[in-house]
């Protein structure tokens, strides 16, 4: 009451702010400081996503930017940290990676991979699980599991649900995520003649690749996706006399059995087969940057085969100009291009601010030009031939020489520039497919996460982009194959194991729910004779009001007359019509969509034979839960080749 801001028992803001102004300003910086009190060290200062782990003791993984590496170069200095023994470290990466270095491909014949022997380091890990070129760079930044004997990200360590849908549908969402897809098997079939054979390899390959005999496909313009056989999603694409296919591990065994015996018989057509699993590998790229990360990478040879040395620099800024594409979904469908290109390791960062369209009105006619350049046999190497696969792998230079010429102004020797044949594939859900040999995965995998804003994507992050598009992912999704029936076996008995952990007083109760509740799809319930696969459908279910249908969640038929009930309720508890005679399907996947803004799911259903039930709507209900949901029905042709998510 004695301060002066006081008059007459009241008080003066003004004054009081002018006689503590000293105060306020020092309690607003210790509030401001306190987050960051204890982070006195260069490397505490770094962002969650940059972070590693021998960050405090090496300076050089400490980014560059805000003065970081030199702060911490001067800690280490000042604290007399010990040096890494950096011989011994190259020596160990020599050993653990020499195995990888070699072309694996296997002619009429599965091909087996190279496990490394004893002296390797990490030698029995892997003997029951595949590791992937860039498996020791994923272990700091992703969780792993075990997929078709390969051990694959499963998703990133980081929350990033969001980043994936925005990126997948480019919503102003600067930046890439890549996969090392290298897990999928490959099969090269190579044609008996170069006189007209793509036409009869396309006629007898149509009947397990829906479509595949159009001249879209045939002439290497563009690459088949679909199902196979009406069974297993695949990508195929034709180049010269070769047939490229690529599918899951899960259905190698499979579809090379089919594919072998279609060469047994029609030798005069089909040369000679190749498993070539552990000798082409490939990397997804999605995003706005995509493309642009691409051109800046990748540099074409200048060698060709008719005109040694001139044309292929024209060539060059036009592969250039690709790049200004901002989203990918302007590009032509399914596009197919081979180019050969030389060690990115060499090229030191090339995006220097917008690329644009100099000579072409739009980037259909350039993809264009680019293809008929490539496909005019205008380059020397192909990488569906061995003997170029070969050529470049032995041409590539160790890391340490690759830093050395960058480091020093000498010009780079000729010799250290192999020459890399590839093949980049458009994907129908946005996503670039960059096939190469399987040895120079991890040089490109490196270069491309030098860029910005480039993050790991994992096996979860593509069943989410199924997910959103409302199409069905494999396995997840199909339950009436082979490899989803496993799966699901597998999540049964997690399942059990869950529920038999917790104490009784915890457990869902099961009681009222028809057929076995730890299995996913039950149907033995559903139908009691065993029945073709064909007269299941897959169908997208969209609640209405309210509700998230589940995993295992039931989905039962609902007649006409009692639609008006259900829409004007908004939930329902213990309803009569619940039986087993109305259950018609099976919920396999579920969440909360970002596309649609509400609850949807993917499942499988079996049509009813009574015409008084309604084929728009159905009832869902989750497991252990009373409460059941109105929801749309809308079937998915997944057959119709285009909506495969592989």
Known sequence: MDDPSFISNRLNVNDLVAARKDDIFNLQNLLGSSGTQGKKR?????????????????????????????????????????????????????????????????????????????????????????????????????????????????????????????????????????????????????????????????????????????????NGKKHWQGIFNKMYPATAHFYQASFFVTCRPETFDEIWSILYDMRKNNLDIFSTIEDTSFAIGSIDIMGSKALQILTDILAPCHESVTDKGSGCSHFSSEWNQLGAAKSLTILPTRMCLQLVVSDPRLLLSRSKGNKKLQEFGSLSDLVNYLQNHSRNGNYVMNIYNRDDRVKSIEAQSPQGLIDRMRSSKDKIRSDCTPQIPLTILL????????????????????????????????????????????????????????????????VELENRELYARKPPSKRP???????????????????????????????????????????????????????????????????????????????????????????????????????????????????????????RLVRVDIFKYGNAMV
Not at 55 to 61: I, L, T
Request: hydrophobic share 35%; net charge positive.
């Open 42 to 218: 260069a490397f505490q200062s770094v962002p969650r996503t940059e972070r590693r782990r021998a960050a405090s003791h090496d300076a050089k993984r400490v980014p560059k930017k805000r003065g970081l590496r030199k702060q911490a170069t001067f800690e280490n200095l000042r604290d007399n940290a010990k040096k890494r023994n950096i011989s011994k470290y190259i020596e160990k990466k020599k050993k653990l990676s020499s195995f990888d270095h070699i072309d694996q491909a296997s002619v009429n014949s599965k091909a087996t991979f190279p496990f490394p022997n004893s002296q390797v380091r990490y030698a029995n890990r892997q003997k029951d699980k595949i590791w992937l070129p860039t498996h020791i760079w994923h272990t700091k930044r992703a969780f792993l599991q075990n997929v078709g004997g390969y051990m694959v990200p499963s998703t990133a360590t980081q929350k990033q649900y969001r980043r994936t849908y925005r990126l997948s549908n480019h919503l102003n969402e600067k930046g890439t995520m890549a996969w090392d897809t290298s897990y999928y098997k490959s099969i090269l079939i190579h044609g008996a003649s170069v006189d007209s054979i793509v036409q009869k390899m396309s006629s007898k390959l149509k009947s397990f690749f829906p479509g595949i005999d159009e001249p879209i496909y045939s």
């Open 427 to 490: 994907l129908d859900d946005n996503r670039i497919r960059l096939v190469l040999p399987r040895p120079w995965i991890l040089p490109f995998w490196l270069c491309i996460f030098k860029r910005k804003r480039a993050i790991v994507g994992g096996f979860k992050e593509l069943q989410e982009i199924a997910f959103e598009r409302g199409l069905p992912s494999f396995p997840v999704d199909f339950p009436l194959t082979a490899v989803g029936e496993n799966y699901l076996k597998q």
């Open 509 to 631: 109760c099961y009681g009222r729910d028809i057929g076995d509740p730890f299995k996913i799809v039950d149907i033995k319930v559903l139908q009691n004779s065993s029945e073709l696969p064909s007269q299941y459908m897959h169908v997208r279910v969209d609640c209405m009001n309210r509700g998230s249908p589940r995993p295992g969640a039931r989905l039962f038929a609902l007649k006409a007359d009692e639609l008006q009930r259900y829409q004007n309720n908004v939930r329902l508890e213990n309803a009569p019509e619940i039986n087993q005679d109305r259950l018609i399907g099976f919920i396999t996947s579920g969440n909360f969509t970002l596309s649609k803004a509400k609850c949807s799911g993917l499942g499988i259903i079996t049509e009813t034979k009574d015409s008084s039930f309604s084929k728009d709507f159905c009832l869902v209900k989750n497991l252990a839960s009373d409460n059941i949901f109105l929801s």
